[in-house]
């Protein structure tokens, strides 16, 4: 998943009129890619922002998703979700359009790029999942007669080797952390700081840290023989619940 992509995504660019990047509206900063977004200005072709999920984020902090991205890009919030958006994303493209067109569609892992191609064409042909990495090779979708989309895998920027925050987005999946306590503290720390609440409303967990882990084994009733907390069973869950995103911060 992702790495390696790199070559792929560039033909992507080459290949197209106009490049949609998706990015996830809660995490803009950590799955937007400048490289490649100054790649695609570079090469005079339209970049389209989409602000992905703005469904799951406040709309003072969806503002804030725009900053950073600087113009000739144009930013659309949107919702593949609720199909939010993507009127304005189908006016971007026939801007931008000069006769035929191939609008390629990139981004991070499970950011989705995917259901904004089912949302454009209005039902669903390509394939999504709640696991990144799930797209493979690139996929052309007939929009209309003008318009051909690319789907194409997610790609992580070349040098990203921070685990956690990989998983903290959605571009990493459970069974591919090779610390899950680790990553599960982690966790804990994040949500306690961003939405103190959280924990304690989601598994009944007041203590932090170590402490918090063991609450959810406890809670959960993973012990092991002996009455032990199972902390490598209670980091499954939450680590689980998180990348279902069940976990509000
Ligand atoms: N809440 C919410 N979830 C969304 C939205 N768009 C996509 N998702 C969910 O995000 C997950 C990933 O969606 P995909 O469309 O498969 O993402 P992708 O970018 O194609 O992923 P890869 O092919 O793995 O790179 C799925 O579980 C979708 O249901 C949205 O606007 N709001
Ligand atoms: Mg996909």
């Given at each position: 998943m992702g790495r390696g992509f790199a070559s792929r995504v560039n033909r992507v660019i080459w290949q197209s009129d106009i490049v949609i990047e998706v990015i996830d509206a809660r995490?803009?900063?950590?799955?937007?890619?400048?490289?490649?977004?100054?790649?695609v200005?570079?090469?005079?072709?339209?970049l389209i922002v989409a602000i992905n999920k703005a469904d799951l984020v406040s709309k003072e902090r969806a503002k804030r998703a725009k900053r950073g991205i600087l113009r000739p890009a144009v930013c659309v919030f949107l919702s593949?979700?609720?199909k939010k958006g993507i009127n304005r994303i189908m006016r971007e493209i026939g801007i931008a359009k000069k006769g035929t067109a191939v609008i390629g569609v990139i981004g991070y892992p499970n950011t989705g790029k995917s259901s904004l191609i089912n949302a454009l064409k209005g039902r669903k042909v390509a394939r999504t999942s709640k696991r990144a990495g799930f797209t493979?090779?690139?996929?052309l979708v007939r929009l209309n007669q003008e318009v051909m989309l690319v789907d194409s895998p997610g790609v992580i920027p070349f040098g990203e080797r921070d685990e956690f925050g990989?998983?903290?987005?959605?571009?990493?999946?459970?069974?591919?952390?090779?610390?899950?306590?680790f990553a599960a503290l982690k966790l804990?720390?994040?949500?306690?700081?961003?939405?103190?609440?959280?924990?304690?409303?989601?598994?009944?967990?007041?203590?932090?840290?170590e402490k918090a882990?063991?609450?959810?084994?406890i809670k959960r009733k993973k012990l092991s023989t002996g009455g032990v907390p199972d902390l490598n069973a209670a980091a499954r869950i939450l680590l689980e619940d998180w990348s279902k995103g069940k976990l509000k911060t």
């Open positions: 995490f803009p900063e950590e799955t937007r890619n400048s490289d490649l977004e100054k790649k200005i570079d090469s005079g072709k339209k593949a979700k609720d493979r090779g690139e996929q990989l998983f903290l987005v959605g571009a990493k999946n459970v069974q591919d952390l090779s610390d899950k306590e804990i720390e994040f949500i306690q700081k961003n939405n103190p609440k959280e924990l304690e409303k989601k598994y009944g967990v007041v203590g932090k840290d882990l063991e609450e959810i084994a």
